[in-house]
Nanobody, 122 residues
């Protein structure tokens, strides 16, 4: 098993940036494909981005393309999400998750962090 802990969220004004981190413990991060998801109030959890085990492949949901960058440092057991040009509609709890599959559905991810809140004001 792997334990995941996110950090880096906060309150920013529209147009601002944040860098979210997700530190893994237990099994090494390189064992898993990793994903970022977010959940806004009264909405379902949605896929944001994913990155392959070695970092060579990434996928983003259309609404964040060009503004978000997912990366990983397996030597540090850490996953990152750089979020730029933030919009109020980006306000949500952001979660990192680990999967042995190359997946976009939350149900295909077995391990989750506790989430970090991102709040964007206009």
């Amino acid at each position: 098993q792997v334990q995941l802990v996110e950090s880096g969220g906060g309150s920013v004004q529209a147009g601002g940036s944040l860098k979210l981190s997700c530190v893994a413990s237990g099994r090494t991060l390189s064992t898993y494909n990793m994903g970022w998801f977010r959940q806004a109030p009264r909405k379902e959890r949605e896929f944001v981005a994913r990155i392959s085990r070695g970092g060579g492949s990434t996928t983003y949901t259309d609404s964040v393309k060009g503004r978000l960058t997912v990366s990983r440092d397996n030597t540090k057991n850490t996953l990152y999400l750089q979020v730029n040009s933030l919009k109020p509609e980006d306000t949500a709890v952001y979660y990192c998750a680990a999967s042995t599959d190359w997946a976009v559905r939350p149900d295909d991810y077995a391990y989750w962090g506790q989430g970090t809140q991102v709040t964007v004001s206009s």
